[in-house]
């Protein structure tokens, strides 16, 4: 939870400025997720899928990704593409709540993986051609 006694599931931010609180761009926010609160979701929040992704990141077992990803395809997408890096401590449970990973994090987490596994394929291809 980014700010004590203030919970809350997503969050978008935005960069302002402090004296006269004009906001810098509409095209730069930070947006989080907070796995903690999942139970917080508004109806908003679900109707756009945020609790399917934010659980799926929060699972700890191949079983729970595929069972939460089923009958969606664009969790099945990931969850395919984290079965193919075979990432295993991506999967440990996190005993801390404290140090839970953030969304952000995850998705960061997520978003290399996906690089790397194009790097990969573009690699192999010049290697055949």
Same mark, same amino acid.
């Given at each position: +939870?980014?700010f004590?006694?203030?919970?809350?599931?997503?969050?978008?931010?935005?960069?302002?400025?402090?004296?006269?609180?004009?906001?810098?761009?509409?095209?730069?926010?930070?947006? +989080?997720?907070?796995?903690?609160?999942?139970?917080?979701?508004?109806?908003?929040?679900?109707?756009?899928?945020?609790? =399917?992704?934010?659980?799926?990141?929060?699972?700890?077992?191949?079983?729970?990704?595929?069972?939460i990803?089923?009958?969606h395809?664009?969790?099945?997408?990931?969850?395919?593409?984290?079965?193919?890096?075979?990432?295993?401590?991506?999967?440990?449970?996190?005993?801390n709540?404290?140090?839970?990973?953030?969304?952000?994090?995850g998705?960061?987490?997520?978003?290399n993986?996906?690089?790397?596994? =194009?790097?990969?394929?573009?690699?192999?291809?010049?290697?055949?051609?």
């Amino acid at each position: +939870m980014p700010f004590q006694g203030l919970p809350e599931f997503y969050a978008s931010y935005k960069l302002l400025n402090e004296k006269n609180h004009h906001v810098y761009s509409d095209k730069f926010s930070l947006r +989080m997720l907070d796995l903690t609160c999942i139970h917080l979701a508004t109806q908003q929040d679900i109707a756009c899928h945020l609790d =399917r992704w934010a659980r799926l990141f929060q699972a700890t077992t191949w079983e729970e990704i595929k069972m939460i990803a089923k009958h969606h395809t664009d969790l099945i997408e990931a969850s395919e593409t984290l079965f193919t890096l075979k990432k295993p401590s991506f999967f440990k449970p996190l005993t801390n709540p404290s140090k839970n990973r953030s969304a952000g994090s995850g998705r960061a987490h997520h978003i290399n993986g996906q690089r790397s596994l =194009r790097h990969s394929n573009i690699r192999a291809k010049q290697i055949s051609a």
